[in-house]
């Protein structure tokens, strides 16, 4: 064997030797990239459907995010939902739901409600028996309506929310949903409005309309106003769906909730007022 094979033999093993050190520490960084994705897995997203994204919810509405039903399924206000307590928390604001979102939402809740106790119960002591009184007759309670009484909407304020979530659906927007609380808001600026004789985004007695609906839902990003005066719902809408700026605000997709106050009154017969929120 020459000197030239021979450093030849040399290199070429040493070679070897380098690549077979190499190879373990490539495969390593690769693993533990894996490892880390894992850490923070995704528990819920937009379009699910189940009991943990009703459980999200129930959470969510405790602690002062959502204000909807506590439904199964994952829709855009959930997703809203979501992103605003990420913002609050000082997390990532995607709109999903992952495990820091998840451990950070539960703390919150049970902060605010209590952890549950799992302990054993005891048996409770046997009451003594007692004699049961005679009932008195049930007198029915007269009130006099007013416009704060009721945890629900009316038959017109009803219809007009039908209507307004129809357009919202041709437009390829999410429906709205109902916030009792700008409900009472618009209620009490239609009524003002009857009262004081005005038709104004600004009230002489309440303030501007911002002011008015942040007394009642301090919490939005976003607020919106639509009045109107007319005798009939449909004709209400119609006026309004017809006029640029009110119908941006009902199928703008910044908002996620509305309140409807509708009183009968006034020169118009009926005073409308749409209050939104985002």
Do not use: C
């Not at 979102?101 to 952890?115: D, H, I, N, Q, R």
């Not at 006026?239 to 118009?268: D, F, T």
Request: proline content about 6%.
């Amino acid at each position: 064997m020459n000197k030239n094979t021979g450093r030849t033999i040399v290199l070429l093993t040493m070679l070897i030797f380098v690549f077979t050190i190499s190879t373990p520490v490539f495969g390593a960084t690769v693993q533990g990239t894996g490892n880390y994705s894992q850490s923070n897995q995704i528990i819920a997203e937009p379009g699910d459907y189940g009991t943990v994204v009703k459980e999200i919810k129930s959470m969510l509405k405790a602690v002062g995010y959502y204000f909807g039903t506590s439904s199964s399924y994952y829709n855009t206000t959930t997703k809203y939902a979501v992103k605003y307590f990420q913002m609050g928390n000082q997390l990532r604001m995607t709109g999903i739901v992952d495990s820091e979102t998840y451990e950070t939402l539960k703390a919150k809740y049970f902060a605010k409600v209590g952890v549950p106790d799992t302990s054993t119960p005891q048996p409770e002591p046997q009451p003594e028996p007692e004699v049961t009184p005679q009932p008195k007759p049930w007198v029915t309670p007269q009130l006099e309506p007013t416009i704060e009484q009721g945890s629900s909407l009316s038959a017109d304020e009803q219809l007009m929310l039908s209507l307004i979530n129809q357009e919202r659906v041709r437009a390829g927007v999410a429906p709205l949903e109902i916030d009792m609380r700008i409900v009472q808001s618009a209620r009490v600026k239609s009524k003002d409005m009857i009262d004081n004789n005005y038709f104004s985004h600004t009230s002489p007695t309440l303030g501007s309309f911002s002011t008015l609906i942040r007394n009642y839902a301090p919490d939005y990003l976003y607020l919106g106003e639509n009045l109107a005066g007319n005798r009939s719902v449909e004709a209400a809408h119609n006026a309004l769906m017809n006029s640029e700026g009110h119908r941006k605000n009902i199928l703008n997709p910044n908002y996620i909730h509305i309140g409807i106050g509708i009183v009968n009154g006034g020169s118009y017969g009926k005073m409308f007022t749409q209050h939104f929120g985002g």
